[in-house]
């Protein structure tokens, strides 16, 4: 079976880095896209970032462009999630997926989300 586990998460002051990690089983990794969300207290699940399947096609949502960086390395089945300069609305629990594309646009496979890393920063 498909299974996704973040790790990298916790507790950072504003302005600090971290970097995330998704270990993936039970798919053929690097043949899919793939992508981070993450979900703030009272918020809904937001895009953060994907890559394709060879590690072109990189987007990100506006908030953290130029900050965190996604990177994937296929011989060791995970993909990363860099984040710096972090600041207090970065706190969420992350989740990575994997995904395709509709146009640009990437699009999870709702079916296979992780259990999440926490990424709290404080200010």
């Known amino acids: 079976q498909v299974q996704l586990v973040e790790s990298g998460g916790g507790l950072v002051q504003a302005g600090k880095s971290l970097r995330l990690s998704c270990a993936a089983s039970?798919?053929?990794?690097?043949?899919?896209?793939m992508g981070w969300f993450r979900q703030a207290p009272g918020k809904e699940r937001e895009f953060v970032a994907a890559?394709?399947?060879?590690?072109?096609?990189?987007d990100y949502t506006d908030s953290v462009k130029g900050r965190f960086t996604i990177s994937r390395d296929n011989a060791k089945i995970t993909v990363y999630l860099q984040m710096n300069s972090l600041k207090p609305e970065d706190t969420a629990v992350y989740y990575c997926?994997?995904?395709?594309?509709?146009?640009?646009?990437?699009?999870?496979?709702?079916?296979?989300w992780g259990q999440g890393t926490q990424v709290t920063v404080s200010s």
């Open positions: 997926t994997s995904g395709y594309y509709i146009g640009r646009n990437f699009k999870p496979y709702s079916n296979y």
């Open positions: 039970g798919f053929t990794f690097s043949t899919y896209p």
């Open positions: 890559i394709g399947a060879s590690g072109g096609n990189i």
